[in-house]
C-alpha cells in the first residue's frame, strides 16, 4: 500500500522559513516523479514544484522559484521543501505527490495518482 505522510507545517511570520517533508513507503522511489502542490481556500490545487524520476532536474512554479528549494533522500524515501522568505500569498495546504507520467505533464495535477494527506502552512503578516 503507497503512502504519503507530509509533516513540517505550522504558523510562520511573514519573511520566515519552513521545512516540509514527505515520508513514503510502498513504491518504488527513485522511478516516480515526486511533487509539490498547494492549495489556497478558494482556489485551485496548483503546482509548486517537482522533480523527475528523483534524482532528474527539479522544477519550480514562478512564484516559488528562488524562494522555495526541493530535495530528496533516497536513503529515506522522503522529500522535502524548503520554504524561505514566506509571504501570506504562499498560505496554503501543501501536498505531496507522486507521478510515473512524462515529463511534459509535471505540473499537471491529473498527472499524479499518489497523494498525501496535506499539511498546512499559514503565513501571517
Known amino acids: 500500500q503507497v503512502q504519503l505522510v507530509e509533516s513540517g507545517g505550522g504558523l510562520v511570520r511573514a519573511g520566515g522559513r519552513l521545512r516540509l517533508s514527505c515520508a513514503t513507503s510502498?513504491?518504488?522511489?527513485?522511478?516516480?516523479?515526486m511533487g509539490w502542490f498547494r492549495q489556497a481556500p478558494g482556489r485551485e490545487r496548483e503546482f509548486v514544484s517537482a522533480?523527475?524520476?528523483?534524482?532528474?532536474?527539479?522544477y519550480y512554479a514562478d512564484s516559488v522559484k528562488g524562494r522555495f528549494t526541493m530535495s530528496t533522500d533516497n536513503a529515506k524515501n522522503t522529500v522535502y521543501l524548503d520554504l524561505n522568505s514566506l509571504s501570506s500569498e504562499d498560505t496554503a495546504v501543501y501536498y505531496c505527490?507522486?507521478?510515473?507520467?512524462?515529463?511534459?505533464?509535471?505540473?499537471?495535477?491529473?498527472?499524479?495518482?499518489?497523494w498525501g494527506q496535506g499539511t498546512q502552512v499559514t503565513v501571517s503578516s
Open positions: 505527490a507522486a507521478s510515473r507520467s512524462i515529463l511534459s505533464a509535471i505540473r499537471d495535477v491529473a498527472a499524479y495518482i499518489h
Open positions: 510502498g513504491l518504488a522511489f527513485r522511478s516516480y516523479t
Open positions: 522533480i523527475f524520476r528523483s534524482g532528474g532536474n527539479t
